[in-house]
């Protein structure tokens, strides 16, 4: 199979404007993304709506097209950049452009999925453990996965499921394995063609969450599992800590 990385990087952000061009160990952020996934996958380019990412990638001799301004999602722009760069790819993998520090073990473990040939899309959980606490388990912005014996999402939220009725809460990481969804995410190409011509859904609408959507209208996702979790860069504080972070992995410069 052939899979292809295809990297969204938007100039315009409410919390980051820019993010994608910010500095990090001397380097714009959209470069560590694609230098990270380039030579793990069998191609990779950023889809971005903006000249100057445009010019950015060319200056360090990456790969990129160009893309509408209208796009609402990540997976939209990903399916317009697959259109321009051609067909020839079996799988599009969807890599946020805020991702500086993706791993290989990640990418490998997203392609795992696919050797399922009944897959339509995949994506990543990470287990919650007892030593992150019920704080971070009850973080809305860290969506939570459930998952059937086949590791296919049954369902995605920004509340914690399962609720234990008969358990304290101060209890409840160590007597279920929670997910935490990383948000990285595959399709087959012929489904990404199918879930972009979907419209809006009412779970969608309701957690803020694209991938109900797909849940909704029908499809499996399938759920591969990492141990290891990366800093995306959503704000100048998380730029900051990918710094430090940067500082004590110089493995990465």
């Not at 295809?6 to 820019?18: D, H, K, L, Q, V």
């Not at 990418?107 to 007892?130: G, H, N, R, Y």
């Not at 779970?203 to 995306?232: F, M, P």
């Not at 504080?237 to 940067?246: G, H, N, Q, S, V």
């Amino acid at each position: 199979m052939k899979f292809i990385g295809i990297i969204p990087a938007r100039y315009a952000s409410t919390r980051f404007p820019a993010k994608p061009l910010a500095i990090l160990g001397g380097k714009p952020v959209i470069q560590r993304v694609y230098e990270q996934v380039a030579g793990v996958l069998d191609d990779a380019y950023v889809a971005t709506d903006d000249e100057r990412i445009e010019s950015v990638v060319k200056s360090f001799g990456g790969k990129v097209v160009m893309t509408s301004v209208h796009h609402k999602s990540g997976t939209d722009r990903c399916y317009e950049a697959y259109q321009k760069v051609g067909e020839g790819y079996d799988v599009i993998v969807n890599i946020q452009g805020d991702e500086p520090f993706i791993q290989r073990s990640q990418l490998e473990a997203i392609k795992s999925c696919f050797e399922d040939e009944t897959t339509q899309i995949a994506t990543l959980v990470k287990p919650f453990t007892v030593e992150d606490g019920f704080d971070a388990l009850e973080n809305v912005n860290s969506p939570k996965v459930v998952v059937n014996k086949q590791m296919q999402a049954m369902y995605f939220s920004r509340s914690i499921i399962p609720y234990q009725r008969n358990k304290e809460k101060k209890d409840w990481l160590a007597n279920h394995t929670y997910y935490k969804h990383i948000g990285l995410y595959a399709y087959r190409a012929s489904v990404l063609q199918e879930i972009t011509a979907l419209p809006q859904s009412t779970l969608e609408l309701a957690e803020s969450l694209e991938q109900l959507r797909w849940l909704e209208n029908g499809y499996t996702i399938k759920v591969g599992v990492c141990d290891v979790e990366t800093i995306g860069i959503d704000t100048r504080e998380d730029l900051e800590r990918a710094e430090a972070f940067l500082k004590n992995h110089k493995e990465m410069k």
